[in-house]
């Protein structure tokens, strides 16, 4: 009764989520699209002409903006476990990230073009028990970092959404390696009492 009566109240929050009634007013997937929005408007990480990878596209919010601003002259990739209606202007590969197959023919979709900016909203299925949900975050990032460190251009951006607590220091000072600048972002369509953060590397170092 309890799961219940708190899946309700997220039901009645969600819908009447003033970022979630924005989105289908305009179009958006998600309200996720006026994170990155926000976050594109304060850093300036879309141009016209990028090659752009959204790891963890589904539904498509993010994926949306990015092709929005890349133009037809730009190359919008998306990955994502679950199906996702499609794009115009985005390409979708379905496939679980985790898996060594599903990177190589991510790469093979590449075909050896170097990436500009590479986008990561991925997030595990909570169990509830935090030092499991926190390993399975951990190897996200760990594996979304590893992609960017091999297929970005010198110079490149990758943002990628984390969650303050265990690891996140680990995962800031593992892209400091990697970046010439980690800054944090908390958009405001982020709800405030979550602990989600997007840790934005800039530069990839040469």
């Given at each position: 009764?309890?799961?219940?009566?708190?899946?309700?109240?997220?039901?009645?929050?969600?819908?009447?989520?003033?970022?979630?009634?924005?989105?289908?007013a305009?179009?958006?997937?998600?309200?996720?699209?006026?994170?990155?929005?926000?976050?594109?408007?304060?850093?300036h990480?879309?141009?016209?002409?990028?090659?752009?990878?959204?790891?963890?596209?589904?539904?498509?919010?993010?994926?949306?903006v990015?092709a929005?601003?890349?133009?037809?002259?730009?190359?919008?990739?998306?990955?994502?476990?679950?199906?996702?209606?499609?794009?115009?202007?985005?390409?979708?590969m379905?496939?679980?990230?985790?898996?060594?197959?599903v990177?190589?023919?991510?790469e093979?979709?590449?075909?050896?073009?170097?990436?500009?900016?590479?986008?990561?909203?991925?997030?595990?299925?909570?169990?509830?028990?935090?030092?499991?949900?926190?390993?399975?975050?951990?190897?996200?990032?760990?594996?979304?970092?590893?992609?960017a460190?091999?297929h970005?251009?010198p110079?490149?951006?990758?943002?990628?959404?984390?969650?303050?607590g265990?690891?996140?220091?680990?995962?800031?000072?593992?892209m400091?390696?990697?970046?010439?600048?980690?800054?944090?972002?908390k958009?405001k369509?982020?709800r405030?009492?979550?602990?989600?953060?997007?840790?934005?590397?800039r530069?990839?170092?040469?």
């Open positions: 009764m309890k799961k219940n009566k708190t899946s309700k109240a997220w039901m009645h929050e969600h819908v009447t989520d003033h970022w979630v009634q924005r989105a289908k305009e179009g958006y997937r998600s309200r996720a699209a006026f994170k990155l929005k926000e976050m594109d408007a304060k850093d990480l879309l141009k016209a002409g990028m090659v752009v990878v959204d790891l963890g596209a589904a539904p498509g919010g993010w994926s949306q990015a929005q601003r890349v133009g037809r002259a730009g190359r919008v990739i998306a990955l994502d476990l679950l199906e996702m209606a499609p794009i115009p202007g985005v390409e979708f379905r496939g679980d990230f985790r898996e060594d197959e990177l190589r023919a991510l093979q979709r590449l075909g050896g073009t170097p990436v500009d900016l590479v986008i990561s909203d991925m997030a595990p299925n909570m169990s509830g028990v935090p030092t499991i949900d926190q390993a399975r975050s951990s190897l996200l990032y760990e594996l979304a970092l590893e992609f460190r091999w970005l251009r110079g490149g951006d990758f943002l990628v959404k984390a969650f303050h265990a690891g996140f220091e680990e995962l800031r000072a593992a400091r390696a990697v970046f010439a600048q980690v800054q944090v972002r958009p369509a982020s405030d009492r979550s602990s989600e953060v997007y840790l934005l590397g530069g990839k170092k040469g």
